[in-house]
């Protein structure tokens, strides 16, 4: 095969760094994966300006931490984690709520969140709708131009973050900071999801396209 049609291997200090990556995000909660990776270089003790390990590296390295350490524990966090996004977003049924991030793509660490989407005429609609029922909430920092308003709350212990979007941004692609199409994913495809891994079997299973 020519050299210039074989695909590309990550250096060994990519390697290196996105071990350290994943086991920031899998064992000590760091959530961004930009910030793992320089976290990571960092404790390695290699230079600032070595190219670092884009997210799909780092995503399978914690997916092989996850095999390797946490082969029990993570299966159960990650159906319990989508189990609460799954209440939640029926519980927002009317904001046409979207599961996006670490708990849809599988690669959850132990302090991961829940990240969704909603869709909304304002962000003002959605707080009336927590606040009559008695849901509290905190307002998040948020950079995304797009963004009406990004809503924190807690439930079953959990951390959930609203992002609040148009409704004419429900058909909009979204990429994240590395230029890849984020995925999200319907109610009832997260419902498919869990009864794929055996969580609630009473669930309805209504077919739908994650995206």
Known sequence: MPRHDRPRQPSASRARIASAA???MAEDGVADFGLAKRKAARQLGLSGSIP??????????LRAHHELYQGEEHPARLRHLRSVALEVMELLHDFHPYLTGPVLEGVVGRYAGIDL????????EVEIY?????IL????DFSSERAEAVLQLLLDD??????ILAPALERAAFRGRDGRLRQRARIEAVRSLLLETGENPAL?????EAR
């Open 158 to 163: 959990e951390e959930i973050k609203l992002t």
């Open 137 to 140: 909430f905190e307002h998040a």
């Open 22 to 24: 994943a086991r920031l």
């Open 52 to 61: 670092l390990p884009d997210n799909a590296e780092v995503e399978a390295a």
């Open 130 to 134: 927590l606040l009559n029922r008695r």
């Open 204 to 208: 309805a299973a209504n077919g739908d």
């Open 117 to 124: 989407l909603l869709f909304a005429e304002s962000a003002k």
